[in-house]
């Protein structure tokens, strides 16, 4: 089946950190940009990283650029992210998804999300 997984996520006090995994199976991990976007109640879903197929481009939207690091292990198909200095407006659900081309509107793999809570 293809799937992501999520984990990691938990409760976190301000100023905190705490890294994210997400596992992919079922699909090739290497031919895909990998994203992470989250979602905090009520809000849209926003962009937080994404990780080209090849691992050389990463990029950040200006608000997590610092503070959160991608990365990807595709010997393992497991993805990453690396949150610093996370702040209550970081509370959110937290999902990897996966897409053939760079864009959120092309991602077609989506996990089931994990909860972050900074408080």
């Known amino acids: 089946d293809v799937q992501l997984v999520e984990s990691g996520g938990g409760l976190v006090q301000p100023g905190g950190s705490l890294t994210l995994s997400c596992v992919a199976s079922?699909?090739?991990?290497?031919?895909?940009?990998m994203y992470w976007v989250r979602q905090a109640p009520g809000q849209e879903i926003e962009a937080v990283a994404y990780i080209s197929s090849g691992g050389d481009v990463t990029y950040y939207p200006d608000s997590f650029r610092g503070r959160f690091t991608i990365s990807q292990d595709t010997s393992k198909n497991n993805l990453y992210l690396e949150m610093s200095g996370l702040d209550v407006s970081d509370t959110a659900v937290y999902y990897c998804g996966a897409g053939r081309y760079c864009s959120l509107s092309y991602i077609t793999i989506w996990g089931q999300g994990t909860q972050v809570t900074v408080s």
């Open positions: 079922g699909f090739d991990f290497s031919t895909h940009w």
